[in-house]
Every structure is written in structure tokens, then in C-alpha cells.
């Protein structure tokens, strides 16, 4: 057995800190201990020094968007509350419950660490545990109120359990890594747009075609775990040859696969809860599964005769040379599982947003160009910020080059107006020390 990780240390989160919010000095980038960069002035250091100590707000990003969502904690709470009543998926536990599972837990992975390699188990083990925790991101692109007029009632929230440094954390990396070797042998899944937009030359489509995308609906909630776990075990008796096992067993990975499965307990303001079904988000098992089930959801559909299908875990894609098709696809999809539910989107003037691109045929050829979403703030670095120059000329030509990797020819001045409308927007000028739009 020798599956190693390179590294297991922790972060530690007081250690760019220890230099004191006076000691760094004026300077924006100052070096604070071990090699870490401070990029706040003391102003700004002393600004969040002060808000982090006013307990009666909450602060986060936004679920889509990259939002700075500022919040009372009240309404955090209650929000986060009022989504964990919904006893279809959630139900609370006592501190006892959430000791036992664990102490279960930790019993099925010191069975499989009892065969493996002491140098390996001692790198994997963890004695002292986090308790997963579940926090939320707000839906702002949902609300129907913001301001004061906000409340639990008009907000919306995506749950994430966070199992970082948790009971399931390093036993669900080994399994994830061996398990995300899986995912080329489905034959629909998207590594990301680039795959898409190469395939997408490949479409030999001329007069009339149709194409839509299709989403699955909370999908990692309405996952079936068994007919999940069934599908893996599938998969490795048609594949297990052609994959990295790391020395592992065949037998091991699915028993620490069911544990961590198992595991579902978290807790959130000193309440231990379950979650009943479906995956966590946050999880990081829950990518590759469902990569992986959805494939077995897909299987039926394969007899419809598409040009092209394509999925990004829960994003599908199709193109097909009649509407009927689509239609008898889309119903496929929505016949195979009780819990799974697609909901379908078709262009706009010819224009079909998907993952980060737009794709429209006209005259027997498609035409991509760069996409953002209309609750996307663009957020980037910012030119006036005190990050490092460097960091700042990266983020001109990571914009540039994404612009123009999603468009095809005819559409480049598109993207690229796009890319510079934005940067402008973040305050970056036509040029830095020589780096031009």
C-alpha cells in the first residue's frame, strides 16, 4: 500500500497575522512572517479589524455573481433555519447521534487502515477531527427584496457542508482521486468549454437543426446513494483495469466509499443535524458521483438519434436534427429516477448560453463568443488595489485569453469589447507598464 498525499498540513489560520495589524507598516505589500504577503494597507487591516469584531453581521460572498453580501446575523440565522426545516432532507440529531456516527465512522476506516502501509495510515489519519459544519451562500440573483425589506421569507440560500479537516475529509480524497479517473468513461461528461467547443466542431450539421440545454435540478439532493454507490461499482467492474488503484483494493475503496457516504451529520449554531438523502454540496465525493450516476440516468436516451450530448455534471447539452428528438430526450431524462427533474432553456435570437460560452448555428456552421451571466458582477482585481503588479498584468491577459478561447472568428471583437468593458470596470487603464487591452 503506498497511496501517499504530498502534504497534510493545516493551514494555520493566526499565522499571517502574528505581525500585528501595526507592525507591517504603510507599504502595500508588506512580507508578514513565513514568506506571507500582506496586500491591505494599515488602513484597510484596521477596517476589518473592526468589522470582524461587530458580531451583529454576517459576511460572505454571493452563491453566483461573486457578490460582497453584507447581512444582520439574524437574518442569516433565520434563513439558514428556516432551510434546514424542511424534514424531506434534514432532520436534527442529538450531540450523542452525531458522537456515534462517528465512532462508526471511524470504526469501517480503521478496518481498511488496519491493511495498509503504517508510514501511509499515519499521514491519513486524523486523531483530532473538525465537526462538519453547514453555512450558506445567499441566491442574490433570486431575491425579490434586499435592504431592510429583506427577510427569511424573500431570500434564498445555497447550503454548503463544509467537511474540510472533518471525520470524512482524507479518506474521501483517496476515494475521489481514484474514482474521478472514472469520469472518461462517460461518454457525455465535460471537462470543461474548451472540450465543448471542440467537440462542437466535429458536428457536421447542415440545414435545419435544433439544439436546447437541459439542468438538472438540485442534483446532488436527489441523488439516490445506493443507485449511486451501484453505478460506481459498475463502473469499476467494466474499467478497473484501466484505472490507478495506488495499491488499493477493490474491496477497501468501496467500504470507504459506503462510510463516508454513510456520514451525513454536521452541525450548525451548536444544533447537530442529518441530512436523510441526496449528497452534500461541499462534499468532495459529491462531483464525481454524480458525474457517474448521471450517467446511468443518460443510458436510455442513447437510442434518440443526437447530434451532439454533452453534460457538465448537471448542465446538458443537444443538439439534434428535429424537435422531436429533443422532446423525447428531454422526457427520457425526466422518466429514468422519481428525484431527478430537468428543466430546459432554448436560444434567444439564435443564441444559446452555456457554461461560459453562447452558441448559435447560421448557415450550416456554429458561432461561439464569450458569455457572462446577467447576475455576474465581474468582480475582478482590482487596478487600485494594493495586490502585486504582476497579479494585476495576469489578470488582463487571463481576461483576454478566456474572451477570445470561447469565440470563433467572427465573433473575437465581440469578446474582446467584453473583456475590456469589464476590466474598465475594475479600474484597469489601457495599458500597464506596456500590457495592452
Known amino acids: 500500500m503506498s497511496f501517499e498525499k504530498s502534504r497534510f498540513t493545516r493551514a494555520d489560520p493566526g499565522r499571517a497575522d502574528r505581525a500585528g495589524p501595526g507592525r507591517a507598516g504603510p507599504n502595500c505589500e508588506t512580507e508578514v512572517g513565513f514568506g506571507y504577503h500582506n496586500n491591505l494597507n494599515l488602513k484597510c487591516r484596521t477596517a476589518l479589524a473592526t468589522l470582524s469584531e461587530n458580531k451583529k453581521y454576517h459576511y460572505s460572498v454571493s452563491d453566483k455573481g461573486g457578490e460582497f453580501v453584507v447581512a444582520t446575523r439574524d437574518l442569516y440565522e433565520?434563513?439558514?433555519?428556516?432551510?434546514?426545516?424542511?424534514?424531506?432532507?434534514?432532520?436534527?440529531?442529538?450531540?450523542?447521534?452525531?458522537?456515534?456516527?462517528?465512532?462508526?465512522?471511524?470504526?469501517?476506516?480503521?478496518?481498511v487502515y488496519y491493511f495498509w502501509d503504517p508510514k501511509t495510515v499515519r499521514r491519513l489519519a486524523d486523531n483530532h477531527p473538525a465537526i462538519n459544519t453547514i453555512y450558506g451562500l445567499f441566491k442574490t440573483h433570486k431575491f425579490t427584496q434586499r435592504g431592510v425589506d429583506a427577510t427569511n421569507d424573500n431570500v434564498k440560500i445555497r447550503p454548503i457542508i463544509s467537511g474540510s479537516g472533518g471525520p470524512t475529509d482524507r479518506p474521501s480524497w483517496v476515494v475521489s482521486t481514484i474514482l474521478s479517473q472514472l469520469t472518461k468513461f462517460v461518454g457525455a461528461h465535460l471537462e470543461n468549454t474548451a472540450h465543448l467547443l471542440t467537440d462542437l466542431n466535429r458536428v457536421k450539421a447542415k440545414g435545419e437543426i435544433h439544439y436546447e440545454s437541459f439542468d438538472v435540478e438540485s442534483l446532488y439532493t436527489n441523488i439516490h446513494n445506493q443507485s449511486a454507490l451501484e453505478a460506481v461499482k459498475r463502473k469499476l467492474h467494466r474499467h478497473g483495469r484501466q484505472i490507478e488503484w495506488y495499491g488499493i483494493s477493490s474491496g477497501h475503496l468501496i467500504q470507504l466509499l459506503e462510510a463516508v457516504i454513510r456520514f451525513n451529520s454536521f452541525q450548525f449554531a451548536g444544533t447537530f443535524y442529518i441530512q436523510k438523502r441526496g449528497l452534500a454540496m461541499g462534499s468532495r465525493l459529491a462531483p464525481v458521483l454524480a458525474v457517474i450516476y448521471m450517467d446511468t440516468i443518460e443510458t436510455p436516451s442513447n437510442v434518440y438519434p443526437t447530434l451532439l450530448y454533452r453534460r457538465y455534471i448537471d448542465d446538458i447539452f443537444v443538439i439534434a436534427e428535429s424537435k422531436t428528438t429533443l422532446d423525447d430526450v428531454f422526457l427520457s431524462l425526466n422518466s429514468q429516477a422519481d428525484t431527478i427533474r430537468l428543466t430546459r432553456e432554448t436560444p434567444t435570437e439564435g443564441w444559446l448560453p452555456f457554461l461560459n460560452c453562447e452558441i448559435r448555428h447560421k448557415n450550416d456552421a456554429f458561432s461561439t463568443r464569450w458569455y457572462r451571466k446577467p447576475s455576474n458582477k465581474n468582480i475582478l482585481i482590482r487596478f487600485d488595489s494594493c495586490q502585486p503588479k504582476q497579479h494585476k498584468i495576469n489578470t488582463i491577459r487571463t481576461t483576454q485569453r478566456t474572451a477570445v478561447a470561447n469565440s470563433t472568428f467572427d465573433n473575437i471583437k465581440y469578446s474582446k469589447d467584453l473583456a475590456e468593458n469589464i476590466l474598465r470596470k475594475n479600474g484597469y487603464l489601457t495599458t500597464v507598464k506596456g500590457v495592452p487591452y
Open 78 to 111: 433565520a434563513a439558514m433555519v428556516k432551510h434546514l426545516s424542511d424534514n424531506s432532507t434534514y432532520g436534527k440529531i442529538s450531540k450523542r447521534d452525531y458522537t456515534n456516527n462517528y465512532k462508526a465512522l471511524q470504526t469501517d476506516i480503521d478496518q
